[in-house]
């Protein structure tokens, strides 16, 4: 069976405008050559620190912004260089949770407005039917029926992002991007928005895009695991052999800071150094040499591509195996 959601070589680039007559001076290498699938019923995380392009990769995927370059490919059917007039019949199958649930609901909308806008936009249901949606809705992220008639301001942010899920489910999609989508909630709150998307997707076969960078989320909700730095993927994998056995030293450091709920196990830290670099002005070779504990002359000068480092994992590191930092 062929993927729901295939990404090849995806960049986007934003230009950079300096002097007195506003000419381009440089690009910001967001998202520089990023590929994965995503299939049907599966969550794959997207991972890394503030500013690696994550968030970028799942605004290209969704059209929010054109991409420079790549593909994406929805069903098959590709829709990267779609105009706004066929892309809009597509929409209907791709939706998305922001990070914010403050911003992110209209506070002049009533949750009764808030919801049925996307069914009326296209055209899924009216009058009783409606009704009968929006309630439907309501029941399945476990919010009371009597929410329909009240402001977003009247809720926790937890029960906003609840609505902001509700409003996502609202059109039936196959495809919804989790942009961040726990991070700004209280930790038993997270945990529970967590729980209630898993059930969401056992309950109607969701393919979710869950950007992230807390990898302590990402274990429990996951099925494949990709990680990002600045720019582009360094390893991929199923959760169960990224978590046990990461192959890329970014990798590790990241599972290295993860907290371990047992103040009896041994943990090495691997503690980087230096900044990341400009996204402007990327390093040459391998983009991690900067910060990377294991450099050597190769990486300096040569990209390392992503290539198998087991069964469905792959890493883009010049070191066939890299000493493990992280210890049970």
């Given at each position: 069976?062929?993927?729901?959601?295939?990404?090849?070589?995806?960049?986007?680039?934003?230009?950079?405008?300096?002097?007195?007559?506003?000419?381009?001076?440089?690009?910001?290498?967001?998202?520089?050559?990023?590929?994965?699938?995503?299939?049907?019923?599966?969550?794959?995380?997207?991972?890394?620190?503030?500013?690696?392009?994550?968030?970028?990769?799942?605004?290209?995927?969704?059209?929010?912004?054109?991409?420079?370059?790549?593909?994406?490919?929805?069903?098959?059917?590709?829709?990267?260089?779609?105009?706004?007039?066929?892309?809009?019949?597509?929409?209907?199958?791709?939706?998305?949770?922001?990070?914010?649930?403050?911003?992110?609901?209209?506070?002049?909308?009533?949750?009764?407005?808030?919801?049925?806008?996307?069914?009326?936009?296209?055209?899924?249901?009216?009058?009783?039917?409606?009704?009968?949606?929006?309630?439907?809705?309501?029941?399945?992220?476990?919010?009371?029926?009597?929410?329909?008639?009240?402001?977003?301001?009247?809720?926790?942010?937890?029960q906003r992002q609840r609505i902001g899920i509700a409003r996502a489910l609202a059109p039936e999609p196959e495809l919804i991007v989790c942009d961040e989508a726990v991070s700004a909630l209280d930790v038993s709150v997270k945990a529970q928005i967590v729980n209630l998307l898993a059930e969401l997707q056992d309950e109607l076969g969701l393919a979710l895009l869950f950007i992230s960078h807390d990898l302590a989320i990402v274990e429990h909700l996951t099925h494949r695991v990709a990680v990002m730095y600045l720019g582009k993927l360094v390893e991929i994998a199923d959760r169960r052999s990224l978590f046990a056995a990461p192959r890329h030293p970014y990798t590790q450091a990241l599972l290295s800071a993860v907290p371990v709920p047992d103040p009896t196990a041994k943990r090495q830290r691997m503690i980087l150094t230096g900044d990341v670099p400009s996204p402007i002005h990327p390093p040459s070779g391998c983009r991690f040499h900067t910060r990377c504990p294991f450099v050597f002359d190769r990486c300096r000068t040569e990209e390392p591509a992503l290539r198998p480092a087991g069964a469905g994992h792959q890493a883009a590191c010049h070191l066939e195996q890299p000493p493990s930092a992280v210890a049970a």
């Amino acid at each position: 069976m062929s993927p729901l959601l295939e990404v090849t070589d995806l960049r986007k680039h934003f230009p950079v405008q300096g002097g007195v007559l506003g000419r381009t001076t440089g690009f910001v290498y967001a998202v520089d050559g990023v590929s994965f699938d995503i299939a049907r019923g599966e969550t794959l995380s997207l991972v890394g620190e503030s500013g690696c392009g994550k968030s970028t990769v799942g605004r290209a995927v969704l059209r929010l912004f054109a991409p420079t370059s790549g593909e994406v490919r929805l069903d098959g059917e590709r829709i990267d260089n779609l105009p706004a007039a066929q892309l809009r019949r597509l929409r209907q199958r791709m939706q998305v949770v922001f990070q914010d649930p403050f911003s992110s609901l209209s506070p002049r909308m009533k949750v009764r407005e808030i919801l049925a806008e996307p069914i009326r936009n296209f055209d899924l249901a009216r009058g009783a039917a409606l009704e009968q949606r929006l309630i439907s809705l309501l029941d399945k992220v476990r919010l009371p029926r009597d929410a329909l008639d009240r402001f977003p301001h009247e809720f926790s942010g937890g029960q906003r992002q609840r609505i902001g899920i509700a409003r996502a489910l609202a059109p039936e999609p196959e495809l919804i991007v989790c942009d961040e989508a726990v991070s700004a909630l209280d930790v038993s709150v997270k945990a529970q928005i967590v729980n209630l998307l898993a059930e969401l997707q056992d309950e109607l076969g969701l393919a979710l895009l869950f950007i992230s960078h807390d990898l302590a989320i990402v274990e429990h909700l996951t099925h494949r695991v990709a990680v990002m730095y600045l720019g582009k993927l360094v390893e991929i994998a199923d959760r169960r052999s990224l978590f046990a056995a990461p192959r890329h030293p970014y990798t590790q450091a990241l599972l290295s800071a993860v907290p371990v709920p047992d103040p009896t196990a041994k943990r090495q830290r691997m503690i980087l150094t230096g900044d990341v670099p400009s996204p402007i002005h990327p390093p040459s070779g391998c983009r991690f040499h900067t910060r990377c504990p294991f450099v050597f002359d190769r990486c300096r000068t040569e990209e390392p591509a992503l290539r198998p480092a087991g069964a469905g994992h792959q890493a883009a590191c010049h070191l066939e195996q890299p000493p493990s930092a992280v210890a049970a």
